[in-house]
């Protein structure tokens, strides 16, 4: 639906079929840099302690007039951002398509925040905040900043942007920069986005159907909120406002991707600069993990792992809040527990298989969890305990004989003519099973309830576990916990 009632605020006109933006001298060094040919294809990569993405600063676009439309607070009527698309395309249904790809970080549901897979299959350009401005220095030296803007209004200096055709880019900056930026005047070929107050700088290039030219470009600041911003000459806003809940169930209707994998990549995404310590714990190398493994030779089956997701200990950690944990949901069920089956199978495949053959109960336990071992409430000793006491801390409504037997033939495909792994030691692995998969379920439905959700999701799984060094530490070994069931 064309938002027929929105203001056409200016018109401009692109004749070189190429754009440049961004601040003075970013649209210098755009109009100075090789032509960017269609939609570049770029990720984000950490510099020092931020993410960037690699800039050129010109974008092919359509040639023709494009408008430009200012977003406004609803309550306030402040211009807090800029839509600019060519006239050719609906800009209601085009700002909709980029906020659905990639919206503001700040807000629920915003799709991808850098540059990936999706927003390349989208058509959709990502600029953030440190991807220009005075974050990118290239002209710094020869364009600076401009006039300045008044006291009251400082952030405007370096929190707002221009968007000009190519080939006007360099006259159009020498006469913007004898302007403040609340003053720099429109051409027919380019204009100043300004802001008041803006600060952060975000921007969207969203192009054509074939990736060949941008059609749109949306720039939003810091201050900008998307459920309470409209077009202006409008009262409707550009999204609606949603619960959690009401943003799960919808996600859920539209077949959205919770296997977590997508944040599972960006989380552990090795750091580029050598200088630069990671504090995410990086995938072990994937010729070292095991999986994916066939459905008959799962360990757990439905009513074991209902029976560990509702187990609660009796006493928890201090300082943690005991809470009911999260149901699962369709179509999600099935990954759910063939993740956790193959989370506990490469554990036991990469973990027990090599260390507990031909070795009793005691000298399994110091192969196992070879001391020192942690203080009590630690997980070696809180694993430990259940592999080497029968009777101690069993889970109501866990299957341990059926359990035990599953392993038993699973770890039977390791025995060799010298290798056997006795009955007792077995039992003790069940145990030690049970209560990892129990740790594994909590850990995912605090996850689950972190992000305001009821439902445990693979998401969680992955994130939950990924986020507890005691517990990845047992479980990285696992292809599937990092890649999923590649087709």
């Not at 540059?115 to 710094?140: C, F, M, P, Q």
């Not at 990736?211 to 459920?227: D, E, I």
Request: proline content about 6%.
């Amino acid at each position: 639906m064309m938002a027929t009632n929105a203001t056409i605020h200016k018109t401009i006109t692109i004749t070189s079929g190429r754009l440049c933006f961004g601040a003075l001298h970013n649209i210098y060094a755009g109009a100075s840099a090789p032509p960017v040919i269609g939609l570049p294809s770029i990720r984000s990569r950490i510099s020092g302690t931020v993410t960037t993405h690699p800039i050129e600063f010109n974008v092919p676009a359509h040639n023709g007039p494009w408008n430009a439309y200012r977003l406004v607070n609803l309550q306030s009527n402040i211009t807090t951002a800029w839509l600019l698309t060519h006239t050719s395309v609906d800009p209601a249904a085009e700002i909709a398509r980029i906020l659905r790809v990639s919206g503001a970080p700040w807000e629920e549901d915003n799709g991808s925040l850098f540059n990936d897979e999706d927003t390349e299959a989208a058509g959709i350009l990502v600029i953030n905040r440190y991807d220009w401005g005075y974050y990118h220095k290239n002209s710094w030296d020869e364009i600076g900043e401009g006039v300045r803007e008044s006291e009251d209004d400082l952030l405007t200096n370096s929190n707002t942007l221009g968007i000009v055709d190519f080939d006007h880019a360099k006259d159009t900056v020498t006469r913007w920069r004898e302007q403040r930026p609340s003053q720099r005047e429109w051409t027919d070929a380019g204009g100043w986005l300004y802001v008041s107050q803006g600060e952060y700088m975000y921007g969207r290039f969203g192009y054509d159907e074939s990736k060949n030219a941008a059609q749109s470009f949306l720039f939003f600041s810091g201050q900008t909120v998307f459920t309470r911003t409209a077009f202006e000459g409008t009262d409707v806003a550009l999204r609606k406002e949603e619960t959690s809940q009401e943003i799960f169930e919808r996600r859920l209707r539209e077949g959205y991707d919770f296997s977590g994998l997508k944040m599972l990549r960006e989380l552990s995404k090795p750091v580029e600069d050598p200088r630069i310590l990671s504090v995410y714990a990086q995938p072990p190398p994937m010729e070292s993990c095991f999986g994916p493994y066939e459905t008959k030779d799962r360990i757990l089956e439905a009513d074991d792992i209902e029976a560990l997701r509702v187990y609660r200990p009796d006493n928890l950690p201090p300082g943690l809040p005991d809470f009911r944990n999260g149901e699962f949901v369709e179509p999600w069920v099935e990954p759910v527990y063939d993740l956790l089956n193959e989370l506990v199978l490469s554990y036991l495949e990469h973990k027990v298989a090599p260390r507990m053959a031909n070795l009793d109960v005691a000298a399994a336990l110091e192969a196992l969890f070879p001391p020192p071992r942690k203080g009590k409430g630690s997980g070696d000793s809180y694993y430990s305990e259940s592999f080497e006491k029968p009777d101690e801390g069993l889970i109501p409504g866990f299957d341990y004989d059926t359990v035990t037997a599953r392993i038993k033939s699973f770890l039977s495909r390791f025995e060799k003519q010298d290798v056997v792994y006795h009955d007792e030691c077995v039992a003790g692995i069940c145990r030690v099973v049970a209560r990892l998969a129990a740790e594994v379920l909590e850990l995912a439905g605090r996850q689950s309830a972190g992000n305001l959700r009821d439902k445990i999701l693979p998401c969680d799984v992955r994130l939950g576990v990924y986020h507890s060094d005691e517990v990845l530490r047992f479980l990285q070994f696992s292809r599937v916990f990092w890649e999923g069931r590649r087709a």
